[in-house]
């Protein structure tokens, strides 16, 4: 059973950066094509940022010009970096594969208000 262990979020004003951070357990994740999602309060959780084994990126246009999904295969993890962050941005994330195959961590809070 892979885990997932997502860290780094917080509370931060806006136009300011966090670097999440997400380990997976087992020895295949290097394969694994992984995404980083984000559930705001009351909405359904959204698919923000893609990046397969190869390294190749997506992300929703909303965060386009501001994130950046990278991974680590050596470490097992998935980073997201997050700048300009904006209000809207507020959301618990969480990682998994592309796809969600995987059982939910527990996420990190981000927060962005002044």
């Known amino acids: 059973q892979v885990q997932l262990v997502e860290s780094g979020g917080g509370l931060v004003q806006p136009g300011g950066s966090l670097r999440l951070s997400c380990v997976a357990s087992g020895s295949y994740f290097r394969f694994y094509h992984m995404g980083w999602y984000r559930q705001a309060p009351g909405k359904q959780r959204e698919l923000v940022a893609t990046v397969t084994s190869g390294g190749s990126t997506n992300y929703l246009d909303s965060v386009k010009g501001r994130f950046t999904i990278s991974r680590d295969n050596a470490k097992n993890t998935v980073y997201l970096q997050m700048n300009s962050l904006k209000p809207e941005d507020t959301a618990v994330y969480y990682c998994?594969?592309?796809?969600?195959?995987?059982?939910w961590g527990q996420g990190t809070q981000v927060t962005v208000s002044s």
């Open positions: 998994n594969t592309n796809g969600a195959a995987l059982d």
